[in-house]
């Protein structure tokens, strides 16, 4: 599964805290620009819905007829195995000369 930096930045906040919240994850896109609320809201959702989807998260909340209501968020497995992986990765490695 190919993750966006939206999804890669919700990974390895969720690695850092027990459990979150949808709203841990607005601060993304606050140093960007001028984005509205309910647009950074439905970027996020959509996010959340396909790591759900790919089994790297387990989300608990509400769901409606029409829509699914995240309250909270929890790493799976192999979610926890990515996440160390993606953080691994940014790490840089020093230069040896």
Not at 79 to 92: D, E, F, L, V
Request: aromatic content about 8%.
């Amino acid at each position: 599964m190919r993750l966006s930096k939206l999804q890669k930045y919700i990974l390895e906040k969720c690695h850092s805290l027990k459990s979150s919240l949808p709203a841990d994850f607005y601060g993304y896109y606050k140093a960007g620009g001028a984005k509205s609320k309910k647009i950074i809201q439905d970027i996020v959702h959509k996010s959340l819905d396909s790591l759900v989807a790919g089994d790297l998260i387990t989300a608990l909340g509400k769901k409606t007829a029409k829509k699914w209501f995240i309250h909270k968020i929890r790493l799976t497995n192999l979610g926890k195995k990515i996440a160390i992986k993606i953080i691994k990765n940014r790490q840089r490695r020093l230069p040896i000369k």
